[in-house]
Every structure is written in C-alpha cells, then in structure tokens.
C-alpha cells in the first residue's frame, strides 16, 4: 500500500556544497556486525547513499562509526574528484554525531586511548585528506543525523523529515545549518563544543601528505578502495 501510494512522488536535487552524513548502529545484526548508513547531499536533495552490513566486527561504537567512515567516504571524495573535473570547486563536508570518533578523525593517532588503540591503522586514511583540509569535519546532533535513515528503523515524525529532506522537498538547511561554526552548533545543542588543537607540521610532512592524498585520488578515480595500498604519514609536533 505504501510502495503503491508513494511510486509517483518526485525527487528533486540541486547543487550546492557537497554536504556528507555517516552513521553506523553497532552491533545490529545476528552476527554482531555493524550497519553503515551514509548519504551525500549536494543541498536540494541526495546524490548518493549507502546502506550495508559492515565487513568486520568492532568492539565499540566508536569504532563501528569509525569502520562506517572508512568503507563509506571513498563515494564523496570520488564526487569532489569529478566536480573538479568540470571546473567546480566544492567545500566537502563532514557531519558525524560521535564526539569521540570526530576526534579519531581530526587528531589521528593523537587521540588514542586504552579504549581505541587497537582500531586498525588503516582506517585513519580519512586523517590524511582532513589534515590537508580536502574534508572538513563538523558535529551534528544525533536528531538531525540524516544517515540514521540508511541504518536503523525510524518511524513517526522524525522519518518524515527526513524523507522531506532526502527527497529534495525541503532543502538540508531547513534541518541542519552547514555554514555556522561546530562552536555555534554544538553549544545550542547543550554542549561543549571540542575545539581541535592546532598541530604544527613541517614542510617535509606536508609534501608526504600531498603525496598520500594525490595517491588515494587516484585509487578512487579508478574505481579502487583507498586502504589497498595505503601510505601512512606520521604527522609530529616539531
């Protein structure tokens, strides 16, 4: 009955930045595997989404959002390559709910804890694209979380909105506000925002970085998985 009352509604898309949401439910499935839900929007409407059974099982949360990430990122880095192509340069951004995997993000290895060492390496390829400042990360309350709609069961009037906004009938704004600060965002929310530290690297470090990001553009444009193959930059503190 719903497939049959919904089969003529129509999608709209538009263009603006590239706007990215990412979340995974962890631990979901009959085996204890993770869920990544992921979806880009380019303002009206989405693109693109994601909505698959992780390959691997984690530990925590955090890790599951971080796993999510991984598998699902190489899609908006793949977008920004052909906008890019066609002479466009858009602002590629990052919305994740989890304060602790945005630090994992932002601060690489910087942010290990007992709880989160273990996470493979190859999983901090994103670091190397943020630290260039290809991708920025930002915070999203969990309620305005659109990836929620690609890994868990939603209902009532938060399925609604969502739907509104996927389907290009209201634009991302109306629900979360891409252009204000994360200090701005975080704290209405009833928050603390974190405030990334500034990290200085040296000349040699940011060529390597120019290397490893130019490397993974080219696995991505080829249609390959950034992690086969990955180069690892160490960034120091001089």
């Not at 908006?76 to 052909?82: G, I």
């Not at 994360?182 to 040699?204: D, M, W």
């Amino acid at each position: 009955c719903w497939v049959k009352k919904t089969k003529e509604d129509v999608r709209i898309i538009g263009a603006d930045d590239l706007l990215n949401m990412i979340d995974s439910a962890h631990a979901v499935h009959n085996d204890m595997r993770g869920h990544t839900g992921g979806v880009t929007f380019s303002g009206t409407g989405i693109i693109d989404q994601k909505s698959s059974k992780q390959k691997m099982n984690t530990r925590s949360s955090t890790e599951t959002e971080h796993v999510g990430t991984s598998e699902y990122l190489p899609k908006p880095v793949f977008f920004e390559l052909f906008m890019g192509a066609q002479g466009y340069k858009p602002q590629t951004i990052l919305a994740k709910d989890n304060e602790s995997e945005r630090r994992m993000l932002v601060k690489g290895k910087a942010s290990y804890t007992s709880n989160s060492k273990h996470v493979a390496i190859k999983y901090f390829w994103c670091t190397d694209r943020i630290k260039k400042g290809n991708i920025s990360v930002c915070h999203c309350p969990t309620e305005k979380m659109v990836a929620d709609y690609m890994s868990k069961p939603l209902q009532g009037k938060v399925f609604v909105t969502f739907r509104n906004v996927i389907m290009g009938w209201q634009h991302i704004s109306t629900l979360f506000d891409i252009f204000s600060s994360t200090e701005k965002r975080v704290e209405s929310n009833g928050c603390l925002a974190v405030k990334s530290k500034n990290t200085q690297i040296t000349y040699a470090v940011t060529v390597r970085i120019n290397d490893v990001v130019e490397a993974q553009d080219r696995t991505i444009a080829n249609g390959g998985d950034p992690i086969d193959g990955l180069m690892r930059v160490d960034i120091k503190k001089e």
